[in-house]
């Protein structure tokens, strides 16, 4: 008789028969998606271009006009260049002759000074009553952005009975001789609601 534990009867684990074809990992085919390239999916280019006929532009820009696909393709091979489909939509179809390595690095160059330009803009309050050290420490952040490329607004709230304009039209003359010397000036301080505020940039 099998052993027991706490005076409970042995029972043996249930078997359950394996499927066809081993189971388990070992069984099982593997999938694997290649990354595709954006510019991959958004330009078509050579034989993967559907339509047959297209209108014809060359590497330096001169109009071929309408020519079949197979034509354009041969005449993109002769000078070790690609076909490239630019417009779709349009009928036909546009395409250029290039090298298609130097239209891509042409396109994330593009890609990547659209995103630099397009940089958030950040926004760092300061209080009326406000001492040098903390001003500079505020500044010192606005700095970090700077470098970043974003711009950076400046905002001073009139909060408070002892709070007036003088006094906050004094601090923002003080933050926009000390940004003058790491920033542009975008925007001069100006009053909207109850609120001063201006903007500061990359030179």
Not at 55 to 60: A, R
Not at 93 to 116: E, L, T
Request: proline share 6%; charged share 30%.
């Amino acid at each position: 008789m099998a052993p027991t534990n706490n005076n409970r009867p042995y029972s043996p684990r249930p078997h359950f028969p394996r499927p066809a074809g081993g189971g388990g990992f070992a069984g099982r085919k593997r999938f694997f998606v290649k990354p595709t390239d954006p510019l991959t999916l958004k330009y078509k280019r050579n034989e993967d271009i559907q339509s047959p006929v297209l209108f014809v532009i060359t590497e330096e820009g001169d109009k071929l006009g309408e020519m079949s696909k197979l034509a354009a393709i041969q005449l993109a091979k002769e000078k070790n260049l690609d076909l490239v489909e630019l417009s779709p939509g349009a009928t036909p179809p546009v395409a250029k002759i290039i090298s298609w390595s130097k239209f891509k690095y042409d396109q994330d160059k593009k890609k990547k000074a659209n995103k630099n330009s397009s940089q958030e803009q950040k926004e760092i309050w300061f209080k009326a009553f406000i001492g040098d050290g903390d001003i500079d420490h505020k500044l010192k952040r606005a700095l970090e952005f700077i470098d970043k490329k974003h711009t950076v607004k400046l905002t001073v709230k009139q909060r408070g009975r002892r709070v007036n304009d003088e006094m906050i039209i004094s601090l923002m003359k003080r933050l926009t001789e000390k940004c003058a010397e790491f920033a542009k000036i975008i925007q001069e301080s100006k009053k909207n609601g109850n609120q001063y505020s201006m903007i500061i940039g990359p030179k």
